[in-house]
Every structure is written in structure tokens, then in C-alpha cells.
Nanobody, 123 residues
């Protein structure tokens, strides 16, 4: 069973920085994609950033230019450097990993989530 463990959340003032890390229990090279989502109170969970196994990266529009995702296949971690934080970045951040599985009957996607880490940005 895949386990994802996040760390690095906390309280920071607006304009500050935080770095989130996600450690996977196994080799992340088997994941087709890894990334970060966030969910603020009363809001839907949204994509923050993702990176595929071939290195393709995407960011949510609200974090472009401020956040940077990185993936380390040796350390089995994916990290999110968050700079110029804003109060609207306040949310629980979740690490996500996805694989596509194949059999003679077809293919299906497996999705894994971490437990979440709180990020609070004060104004």
C-alpha cells in the first residue's frame, strides 16, 4: 500500500515562504504523476501543481510564478517551494500520486493521497 507523508506546513506572514515535502513509501518512479492539491474551508479541492514521470510540470493559475514543484526520484520525494505567499493561499495542502495500471482487461487509474498539511498565511 502506498503511503504519502507531507511535512513543512505552518504559519507564515504574507510575503513569506514555505517549503512542503512529500515522502512516498516506495519508489516514486512508478507513479505517472505526482503533485499538490489544496482545499480551503468551504471550497473544492484544487490543483496547485503537478509533475509527470517525463518531467512535464503544470501549475494552477493562482500560483504561477510564485510556487515551484520538484521531484526527486532517488529520495522518493516531491516538494513544493512556495514564495510570496498570500492570505488566499491558506488551505490544507495534500500530496497526490497517480498511476495507470494495465491488464488484459484494460487499464485503470490508482490515486493516492497524503493526510494533508495546514498552511496558514496571515495578513
Amino acid at each position: 500500500q502506498v503511503q504519502l507523508v507531507e511535512s513543512g506546513g505552518g504559519l507564515v506572514q504574507a510575503g513569506g515562504s514555505l517549503r512542503l515535502s512529500c515522502a512516498a513509501s516506495g519508489s516514486i518512479s512508478s507513479f505517472n504523476s505526482m503533485g499538490w492539491y489544496r482545499q480551503a474551508p468551504g471550497e473544492q479541492r484544487e490543483l496547485v501543481s503537478g509533475v509527470t514521470s517525463d518531467g512535464t510540470i503544470n501549475y494552477g493559475n493562482s500560483v504561477k510564478g510564485r510556487f515551484t514543484i520538484s521531484r526527486d526520484n532517488i529520495k522518493n520525494t516531491v516538494s513544493l517551494q512556495m514564495n510570496s505567499l498570500k492570505p488566499e493561499d491558506t488551505a490544507v495542502y495534500y500530496c497526490n500520486a497517480e498511476t495507470v495500471n494495465y491488464s488484459e482487461y484494460g487499464s485503470w487509474k490508482s490515486v493516492y493521497w497524503g493526510q494533508g498539511t495546514q498552511v496558514t498565511v496571515s495578513s
